[in-house]
């Protein structure tokens, strides 16, 4: 079990004329080579600021990474400079998007737009550039590689646009791919295909993949691990199995049954209330406005990650051995 | 803090009615003021335009001299303790000549960019509106006569009328609404769909409290930009008309003519043209930083400042 | 022939050609390259009749006007004028008349000047004015936008405080202004550049900037606001999780895609420019057809001021058409859908 990506404890601020949004406060994980790992949590939870942060993309300003380390092959990103970080982008760490209209360049072709990730990344010589690009778009799946070559984006389809976007990610040969919301932007049968695709591409290829989702159903499907973020932190994180069959965090058992199952027949139950307002988080633990089992130290101090068993760690004043008495 | 076992109390039920305090809300044009007063250069603009109107009304009068009495015994003279801003070809003082096109070329700005604004509401409100057919046809014509090049017209209509005041109201009234036209249609097409229209719909309210109530105070903010920077559109306009010799004919004078009537004696008399020259450029730029920093207030992404 | 009759004429050909411009419908969706070009050629050229039409009525309406028979004008003049238009016909020939002799390019003679035709003042002054036209569109597109894409890439820092400062500049000054403060300047203050007429190079400089100055504001503040917009696009942070260079992602996908609203620009821009170059060519005595429009207006000379702006019309109207298939090339997005589906 080595590891490809260990991020610790990551700060990322976001400056708004209202005031300082504290987006990350404090993010650690490991990735390990050849798996696929999850992110899993609402909108605005900072798990698409985690990603860029380790791409070192986040828009400075208003983003700031204000400490941590991510260390990826043993060297620390967010010490390397701009140049450097070229080298890395889109060849050993490589990234796709949720807004699949969006993310390609309306006025270059697709081939075009492969080409430039080779012509940064690959070592190949310029005759066998195309080739390349030619193998890695049907290597995404797509049907006719010359034709889509020659094509704009905005003569595929929404789920041709996202294989051509793997295709480019491909490109690079990367060990690392970093999925934002992969799916979200795609019809369901057309989602189940491209999470197929990924997870061949993990088998055949032994890219890690850092999956970013908010919905459990993909996370289940696809991730051997999976993390639970809230608020700017990590609350929960595991094998796939721990989550999802012991969660040990309040929110994620919040999260679950929200989830409509097949033949359940009782009502859903939402968690009530928003997310908190990062510009001022709440003092304790960010949950318990909408905790059901909040307990007076909640409102006081912050939890502290504990392991519960094997890598399954939750951040959370229920699993202190205080709180066991009371129940 | 210490950790103790009673902290581990379940928390009572008054405590878990925890709102979350987000920031108190302020009405939207009071955001919108707050934002202007922060943009210097806007508020700039808004205290010069604010003098010029004081001078257009107060300046004539100022000097003694009226602005169509003619000395020529005193022609060509420069600035001198008698006439402040120096005379023209005619002997005439150019500082109450210049506060008398102050007062022409803002009213001509100001009338302008208010007839547009009532023609360009009423006709792309109506238009954006009723929507479908009627909306087709409507754009359509503003588009065929945006097509043509407009001032070449102001210039024919202007021959036709015969130059003066009232042929440049009406020549930039009848091709300045155009743009509002679109603009205004834009923004009741977007706002249209919103729930509070539909809202307002089901409750039985007439089609026109609709648009008078909801759909315009709504879509305010780029037709207040836009009205605002046809003030200077327009001064600009009626002084190059000037310069071509179809502005308001003598002795009355606005800026155009005065710069038009000071440019040919540019070698000798530079003065003639700088007083009107600079009190053009003034204003252009006291609306433009005024409607940009409107832009940037109404629209708080982006932009300067 | 009556006024009633006359003016029923003139509504009945306007709301002919209005009825005409309401089936056709240039942004009809899902339509092909070639169609969408051919029906807006068809909408200019229907614009450009309706544009003949009411500059016939002006010139029947005009007090004074060229077809006001009691007035006074030398023989010579009169007579042609008579052979030409046909005054003692009845309207619809005069009309037709005056479209057929457009349709052979034949503006008719000069109100003012005996030996003079409509043509020939266009055909002498036209090259001059598209020259200096020309140097100063040139000169406007790469100004503005090096120094829009500059100021973008800047944002809010000195550079971007210069340039915007700069263009609000150009935005602020009306293009006669500025011509009478260069020359005061640079000719007659400096004495480094001539002050008047066409021909050396050295001519060419003060109306240039004169003529190109408040265009290049226009398009500096153009493309700095499209290329802020483009920047926060998300294809903008493929490229960059791509690991291309800025030089890169600026040149090849940024720039493309955010001078795309100053190849709509164009059309006003020609249009910006031709007027402009009436008042810079008068003032720098240059003998282009700006100059010859002026003095066309000063001299009442009818026939010119509406031959030239018919000519005027029709040229921008090609251009608008032109500036039409630079954007069909530019921006694949409408083009014609080849046989698949989107």
Same mark, same amino acid.
């Given at each position: ?68 380390? $991510? ?64 193998? &890695? ?44 919301? %992969? ?34 159903? =993909? ?9 639970? #973020? ?6 929960? /994180? ?30 859903? /139950? !939402? ?25 007076? =130290? ?20 229920? +699993? ?8 | ?51 010029? $109107? ?20 005193? *022609? ?10 120096? +005379?023209? @070809? ?5 500082? +109450?000549? $210049? ?13 302008? /960019? ?107 903010? !780029? ?73 940037? @207030? ?8 | ?32 390259? #070639? ?16 544009? *003949? ?36 016909? !009845? ?17 008719? !003679? ?16 036209? %090259? ?34 210069? &340039? ?18 260069? #020359? ?15 021909? @050396? ?25 499209? #290329? ?18 800025? /030089? ?15 190849? +709509? ?28 429009? &002026? ?8 026939? $010119? ?38």
């Amino acid at each position: 079990m080595t590891q490809l990506l260990s991020v610790k404890d990551l700060k990322v601020n976001f400056k708004t004329n209202l005031g300082e949004v504290q987006a990350l406060q404090g993010v650690s994980f490991d990735l390990v080579m050849g798996e696929v790992t999850a992110v899993v949590g609402e909108s605005g939870c900072g798990k698409s600021v985690t990603a860029l942060s380790i791409m070192k993309l986040l828009p400075t300003p208003p983003g700031c990474i204000v400490s941590g380390q $991510v260390i990826f092959d043993g060297q620390d990103l967010l010490l390397k400079n701009e140049k450097e970080m070229r080298k890395i982008r889109g060849g050993s760490i490589a990234m796709i998007f949720q807004e699949t209209n969006t993310s390609l360049n309306p006025t270059l072709k697709v081939g075009t737009q492969i080409m430039e990730v080779l012509q940064n990344h690959s070592e190949l010589p310029a005759s066998e550039k195309k080739q390349r690009a030619l193998e &890695v778009i049907s290597m995404a799946g797509l049907p006719d590689p010359e034709m889509v070559y020659k094509q704009y984006p905005h003569q595929l389809s929404g789920g041709m646009k996202q294989r051509a976007m793997i295709a480019m990610a491909l490109a690079g040969g990367p060990r690392l791919l970093i999925a934002d919301e %992969p799916t979200t932007a795609l019809d369901v049968t057309i989602q189940a295909q491209i999470l197929e695709l990924l997870q061949e591409l993990k088998q055949n290829l032994g890219t890690s993949l850092l999956l970013i989702t908010h919905d459990l159903g =993909i996370a289940a499907g696809i991730a051997s691990r999976v993390m639970v #973020m809230y608020a700017g932190k990590i609350v929960e /994180s595991g094998t796939a199995g721990d989550i999802f069959h012991d969660p040990g965090h309040p929110y994620t058992r919040g999260l679950l049954d929200s989830i409509p199952r097949p033949g359940q027949r009782q009502k859903l /139950s !939402p968690i009530p209330g928003r997310p908190p307002d990062l510009i001022n988080p709440p003092q304790g633990c960010a949950f318990w406005p909408r905790c059901g089992q909040a307990m007076l =130290i909640c409102r006081e101090l912050p939890p502290q990650a504990t392991n519960l068993a094997g890598s399954h760690q939750v951040c959370c004043w229920l +699993t202190h051995r205080y709180a066991f008495n009371n129940y | 803090m210490e950790i103790k076992p009673q902290m581990f109390q379940p928390l009572p039920d008054e405590l878990q009615a925890y709102e979350n305090t987000s920031p108190p809300a302020h009405g939207y044009w009071k955001d919108v003021w707050s934002r202007f007063k922060k943009h210097k250069l806007a508020m700039t603009g808004l205290i010069i335009i604010g003098l010029l $109107v004081l001078m257009s009304v107060i300046g004539p009068c100022m000097s003694g001299h009226t602005y169509y009495d003619q000395d020529l015994s005193m *022609v060509n003279r420069a600035p001198n303790s008698i006439y402040w801003f120096g +005379t023209d @070809a005619l002997g005439r003082d150019l500082f +109450t000549r $210049v506060w008398w096109g102050a007062r022409i070329s803002l009213f001509i700005g100001l009338l302008t /960019s208010v007839t547009c604004l009532v023609i360009g509401v009423l006709y792309g409100g109506i238009s954006g509106y009723l929507g479908g057919r009627a909306d087709e046809i409507m754009m359509r014509l503003v588009e065929v006569l945006l097509s043509i090049p407009f001032l070449l017209y102001v210039i024919l209509l202007i021959i036709l009328f015969e130059p003066g005041l009232k042929a440049i109201f009406l020549a930039l009234g009848l091709v300045c609404w155009l743009n509002m036209a679109r603009i205004v249609r834009g923004q009741v097409l977007s706002l249209k769909e919103r729930e509070y229209v539909l809202a307002a719909r089901l409750l039985g309210i007439s089609k026109w409290r609709i648009l008078s109530r909801h759909l315009i105070p709504n879509a305010m903010g !780029p037709i207040i930009v836009t009205a605002t920077l046809l003030v200077p559109e327009a001064i600009f306009t009626e002084a190059f008309l000037s310069f071509l010799g179809l502005g308001v004919s003598s002795p009355q004078a606005s800026w155009g003519v005065l710069a038009s009537e000071g440019m040919h004696g540019l070698r000798n008399y530079p003065w003639q043209l700088f007083f009107p020259a600079f009190l053009i450029s003034l204003t252009m730029f006291a609306f433009n930083f005024v409607g940009d920093g409107l832009r940037d @207030a109404m629209d708080p992404r982006g932009g300067l400042t | 022939m009556s006024e009633n009759s006359y003016t029923f004429l003139i509504m009945l050909i306007l709301s002919i050609c209005f009825y005409i411009f309401m089936f056709i419908d240039v942004s009809r969706k899902g339509d092909s390259q #070639m169609g969408y070009f051919l029906r807006r050629a068809l909408t200019s050229l229907l614009a450009l009749w309706l544009i *003949v039409t009411i500059t016939f009525t002006i010139m029947h309406l005009i007090p004074g006007g060229p077809f006001a028979s009691e007035k006074k004008l030398p023989d010579a003049i009169l007579r042609n004028l008579e052979q030409r238009y046909h005054l003692n016909d !009845p309207l619809y020939k005069q009309y037709a008349g005056y479209l057929i002799n457009l349709l052979q390019g034949d503006l008719g !003679p000069s109100f003012k000047y005996e030996n003079r035709t409509v043509n020939s003042i266009i055909r002498e002054g036209f %090259p001059v004015s598209a020259a200096l036209g020309s140097l100063a569109i040139v000169l406007s597109l790469s100004a503005g936008i090096l120094a829009g894409t500059v100021s973008a890439l800047r944002q809010k820092r000195w550079q971007d405080y210069t &340039v915007m400062t700069m263009a609000t500049f150009g935005f602020s000054i009306p293009s006669f202004i500025l011509a009478g403060l260069l #020359m005061y300047v640079f000719a007659y203050k400096l004495r480094v550049l001539p002050s008047a007429l066409w021909g @050396a190079w050295q001519q060419a400089v003060l109306p240039t900037l004169a003529l190109a100055a408040l265009p290049t504001a226009f398009i500096a503040r153009l493309v700095r606001s499209s #290329m802020l917009e483009v920047l926060r696009l998300d294809y903008i942070r493929t490229a960059r999780a791509k690991g291309l260079s800025e /030089s890169n992602i600026i040149l090849r996908h940024a720039l493309p895609n955010a001078i795309l609203p100053v190849v +709509t620009y164009s059309g006003p821009l020609i249009a910006a420019i031709l007027t402009g170059s009436f008042v810079v060519e008068f003032i720098f005595a240059i003998p282009g057809l700006g100059r010859w429009f &002026v003095q066309s207006i000063t001299n009442r000379d009818y026939t $010119v001021i509406l031959g030239v702006t018919i000519f005027y019309s029709a040229f921008l109207m090609l251009m608008n058409l032109i500036v039409d298939l630079i954007y069909i090339a530019i921006d694949p997005r409408i083009k014609l859908f080849d046989s698949k589906e989107v």
